[in-house]
């Protein structure tokens, strides 16, 4: 179903604890696109340091059984980059004490955008726990490269993903960041922040691509019903890919506009050195 290509051992991100990796693996059950930032290599002698910085798609309802797993991650932060209607309608409350912070990085997206269009033409599943898109927003891979552009440019998107680093910088413990699928908002999020840490490219463009083997099953009824209703397939396999073009397209934003990531930050985000200081201390090992 999904068209690009991803092999999982290049994905995954080694280097994790055990409690880590089997808190993680009992959450993967129930929310399939759920992972661990850390545990990959960022330079020369250094490592993004596991078990600080997790993504997601939306926690909805969980599981006692997930719960007890998120607690065990140390889970202190929360930041929720959906929309209004999305917050309302798929509430995510954990039965114990987090920070939650919403960021909105796409309230500023125009109504005809990739992003918005996907959230507004999406239904819940029959889960409840999710929206999903039942058809292709028009422009298809246009539009959303176009989307990937705005996270970069648009004023929403800054504060947003500003939010997101000072809540890493200054959380007690970890942040989970995340926002329907997990695919695209914090697909950037967490792209952009693993790219400031040093990773290489390639390994952030395979991070970000397992998100397109582990929403296989959350995609795969609507897919075949826009297959079967004669809908636009290749646009809608446009729009619920996690396609490198779409990183490229705001990497290369960033590198004309600011020129590295390290610029965004600062004049983009409006981050300090100083807060840099402290997020490269919290997040290299």
């Not at 004490?97 to 960021?103: H, R």
């Not at 819940?124 to 929206?131: G, I, L, R, V």
């Not at 729009?239 to 960033?254: C, E, K, M, Q, S």
Request: proline share 4%.
């Amino acid at each position: 179903m999904i068209e690009v290509a991803v092999n999982r051992e290049d994905a995954e991100l080694n280097g994790s604890s055990p409690v880590v990796s089997q808190a993680s693996a009992i959450i993967q059950t129930e929310f399939a696109n759920f992972r661990d930032l850390g545990g990959v290599p960022a330079g020369p002698g250094r490592t993004f340091r596991p078990g600080v910085v997790f993504r997601t798609q939306a926690l909805v309802s969980p599981s006692p059984e997930t719960v007890h797993a998120l607690t065990d991650l140390g889970l202190t932060d929360l930041v929720d980059l959906r929309m209004d209607r999305e917050r309302v309608n798929l509430p995510v409350v954990l039965p114990f004490a987090v920070s939650y912070v919403i960021a909105d990085v796409a309230a500023d997206l125009v109504d005809n955008s990739a992003e918005a269009a996907g959230a507004a033409m999406s239904q819940k599943s029959a889960s409840t726990k999710d929206f999903v898109p039942r058809e292709a927003p028009p422009g298809g891979k246009d539009a959303m490269i176009e989307t990937y552009r705005k996270f970069v440019e648009v004023s929403s998107a800054k504060a947003g993903y500003a939010s997101f680093v000072r809540c890493v910088i200054n959380a007690d413990g970890a942040t989970a960041v995340f926002c329907a699928a997990g695919k695209d908002r914090t697909g950037w999020a967490a792209a952009f922040l693993q790219s400031f840490m040093g990773v290489e490219d390639s390994a952030v463009v395979a991070a970000y691509t397992e998100s397109n083997i582990n929403l296989v099953k959350r995609y795969a009824q609507a897919t075949q019903d826009v297959r079967n209703s004669g809908g636009d397939v290749e646009g809608f396999l446009a729009l619920i890919n996690a396609n490198p073009d779409y990183l490229d397209a705001a990497f290369t934003l960033v590198k004309s506009k600011y020129g590295d990531v390290e610029g965004y930050l600062i004049n983009g985000l409006g981050l300090t050195e100083s807060e840099l200081v402290e997020l490269e201390g919290r997040l290299v090992s």
